[in-house]
């Protein structure tokens, strides 16, 4: 896997004074080549540009009047490289921010931005919020060119008043998951907030009098009303 190094060895029927090796898996790669009479090794260290799957190799090599070697492109021995990953990808950034009319706090109906960038490119990835909806992120191109992905949130009643929490989880191509994720890396946080008055769908006045919206000494006006929210006190003038 990355950063491991890959070492070609070979020993030839008689002495080489040039020899060559080159290592492929998508691209060429630059190998460092090192022979001595008729022996040589070829290494190169594996990269995260390297292609995962099997790796192919040449080598070249001619004797000291100057006839060329076949190449060769298999081992002797059968053995071989497969490029791997076994790393789980993690997460550089994460950022999240509202739109909303105060930095840092959402209400009902606002949308909130989950941004992230990954180490690595990955092929699923999924948030979710803390009313449990699940969203799908989807992968964009900055101005830089770099890429990044996002999850966006409608708040909506469902969702507390406090902290909007999240997780992100993600798999490489390789099917490596991602540690799960539930802070930011820049300390942003948004906060579901109520900044919207109550209001009263309904309201009637009735009185237990004799006749019909009516009163006298002694008898019991009621008002009733709805409100559009569960509100905590109230108020009757």
Same mark, same amino acid.
């Given at each position: 896997? *990355? ?12 002495? $080489? ?30 990269? $995260?540009?390297?292609?995962?799957? *099997? ?9 000291? @009047?100057?006839?060329?070697?076949? !190449? ?11 490029? #791997?990953?076994? %790393? ?5 950034? $994460? ?5 909303? *009319? ?31 909806? #699940? !969203? ?5 191109? +900055?101005?830089?060119?770099? =890429? ?18 999240? %997780? ?12 799960? #994720?539930?802070? +930011? ?7 579901? /907030? ?5 209001? =009263?769908?309904? @309201? ?5 009098? *004799? ?8 008898? /019991?006006?009621?008002?009733?009303? %709805? ?11």
């Amino acid at each position: 896997e *990355r950063g491991d190094l890959v070492t070609l060895e070979f020993v030839a029927n008689e002495n $080489v004074t040039s020899a060559s090796c080159s290592f492929e898996r998508g691209a060429r790669i630059a190998a460092v080549m090192h022979s001595s009479g008729a022996a040589g090794v070829c290494e190169f260290t594996a990269t $995260v540009q390297d292609q995962l799957g *099997r790796l192919s190799f040449t080598i070249d090599a001619a004797d000291a @009047v100057g006839n060329s070697m076949q !190449r060769v492109t298999t081992t002797t021995d059968g053995s071989l490289v497969e490029l #791997v990953d076994l %790393t789980p990808p993690t997460l550089m950034s $994460v950022t999240i921010a509202a739109a909303s *009319r105060t930095t840092g706090s959402a209400e009902t109906g606002d949308v909130v931005t989950l941004e992230f960038v990954p180490s690595e490119a990955i092929r699923h990835t999924a948030c979710t919020f803390n009313d449990g909806s #699940v !969203r799908e992120a989807s992968e964009y191109v +900055t101005l830089g060119g770099g =890429l990044k992905w996002i999850c966006q949130h409608t708040v909506t009643g469902r969702d507390e008043l406090g902290q909007l929490h999240f %997780t992100i989880d993600a798999v490489d191509v390789a099917e490596n998951s991602l540690q799960q #994720v539930t802070t +930011t890396t820049d300390s942003s946080t948004v906060t579901i /907030v109520d900044l919207t008055p109550p209001t =009263l769908r309904s @309201v009637t006045l009735a009185s237990s009098g *004799r006749f019909g919206g009516s009163a006298e000494r002694g008898d /019991v006006a009621t008002l009733e009303f %709805t409100p559009s929210e569960p509100i905590t006190s109230t108020i009757c003038t």
